[in-house]
């Protein structure tokens, strides 16, 4: 959070892209199809609210943004001043001192979600503004498989130095296949089992039914269960694998090199 | 007589052969920054293979966003809209040669720690970015090249091209033009804590305004009056008018002039506000603070 208030331009570039990214789209959208762009748009998603349901897919795409670019970006800051080594050796838990790392995350997803989705359905819809609860809470849940994500990241930053390179990857990854500003039926099948693997998919999907379907968490019981499974799944095998990268790095004294 | 003559003439070769050496010296100067920037590159072959990921992905990511808005049966349109995106993508790329490539690479030696030892060696700062500007080039031709064949591959879309040398024309233009925005921002980089979030911005104002992604009279009038004011708007319309027989903007003949004199005007007044931000970060010790 420190970081973040001595830098609050970073912080406003994380609320302004999701608007900037909306505009854009639509801007081309509004290019190819005139005034028939919403018509098409809604014959394509059932639903003509094109702000609501783009901001959505970018709210959520930016979360994952600051969480992995977070954790990659101050460990890499900690190997180059040296202090990794320090961290490491403090007697607690790996695991807490990494979610510990992207725990003000949570602070900055919040501001995101209420800025972006927030002012977006007061704007468009403002009856079904008691949506925004349950679709923050899907959210969050969607927080604790991306901790999973940032345990095997922080493994790789440990072992091939460049967070930069890594961060830019797998944002556009996720941007191209969670169906950030597109259902992901559109993909072909084999991207969508992909797309099946990463928790923002559903994320994106469960808030958009919940705000613009007037679906519920019982009823979307099945993606829930899903999410929660991947929830479980992805931080036990990040762990996992970050762990053997350690124990490798302190076998060939990687943690010092940068 | 005789020897004024003679003594002319010496001068006249003198001063060719000063020509001659500084045109040498600063062809040396340009090749080396070439070089140097190209080793630097080779070393991180990780950012090489990220680059090479993630920019075709950017494409598609775009692509598939449109796709919800355009009509099914309309082949023809959807053809047109490939062009007019596959172009837009590449004045984008090339822009981000300036704001990241150019303006960036100031940033990164101050990180780095030598900048001060690049501005103590006998060069011009100018070329070391134009060196800079060349290698980024190189890399963005080789990315536009590989994306073009996997989108060919992948959906059998080929690129149009109207007039090539009216487009290379214009091309030179629109490079002429980001490197005096180059140096103006790798200047900003010297006085600005917050670069990053200056580029973003920048960047994302180009792609919204000036009709790289979609054309200008898209854009609400009072909004467009600035797309209107801003010089890549020309350079990308002009590129456009040449790869795909758009029309333009102005009438095209006034177009290309205006265009030619603001790539000058911009080259020009990059080159001075560089210069003159370099020498007050001198004057302050400002040079390598972050």
Known sequence: MKHYARKPGSFVIYLALPFMFTLLIFGMGRFVSGGNAATYFAARTGTANILVYEMIGSAVWMTSWVVVEDVGVSLRNEQISGTLEQNFLAPIDRATLLVGMSLADIVITTVIFLISVGVAVIVTMPADFAGLLQAYLVLLVGLFPLFGVCFVFSGIIIRFKEPYVFVQIVNVLFAVLTGTYYPVALLPLWVQFLSGLLPQTYVIEDMRQIILANQNLVSLYGNIFVLVALALTYPTVGYGIFKRIEKKAGVTGEFSKY | ?290
């Open chain 2, 1 to 290: 007589m005789g020897s004024s003559n003679v003594s002319r003439k010496r001068l006249a070769l003198q001063v060719n052969s000063q020509n001659t050496n500084s045109l040498t010296k600063i062809g040396g100067e340009f090749k080396a920054a070439f070089l140097k920037d190209l080793r630097s590159y080779v070393r991180y072959p990780a950012w090489l293979l990220g680059e090479f990921i993630s920019t075709p992905l950017w494409f598609f990511f775009f692509a598939l966003g449109v796709t919800l808005f355009s009509p099914t049966n309309l082949k023809k349109s959807t053809l047109d809209s490939f062009n007019f995106f596959y172009f837009g993508f590449i004045f984008i790329i090339l822009f981000s040669t300036a704001v990241w490539g150019i303006g960036q690479s100031i940033r990164n030696e101050q990180q780095a720690g030598t900048l001060e030892q690049f501005f103590l060696a006998p060069v011009n700062r100018v070329t070391l970015i134009v060196g800079r500007w060349a290698r980024v080039f190189l890399t963005d031709v080789l990315i536009i090249g590989y994306t073009t064949v996997i989108v060919y591959t992948l959906g059998n879309e080929r690129p149009a091209m109207h007039n090539p040398s009216l487009f290379l024309f214009s091309l030179g233009l629109y490079e002429i033009g980001l490197i005096g925005f180059g140096l103006f921002f790798a200047g900003l980089t010297m006085r600005i804590k917050s670069y990053n979030t200056l580029s973003n911005m920048v960047f994302f104002g180009y792609m919204i305004l000036t009709g790289a992604l979609f054309p200008v009279d898209v854009i609400p009038i009072p909004f467009r009056y600035i797309s209107l004011a801003i010089p890549f708007t020309y350079f990308i319309d002009l590129m456009r008018n040449a790869a795909l027989s758009t029309s333009t903007i102005l009438p095209a003949s006034i177009e290309y002039l205006t265009a030619t004199i603001l790539a000058f005007s911009m080259l020009l007044i990059g080159f001075v506000a560089f210069n003159k931000i370099e020498e007050q970060a001198r004057v302050k010790g400002t040079i390598s603070a972050m």
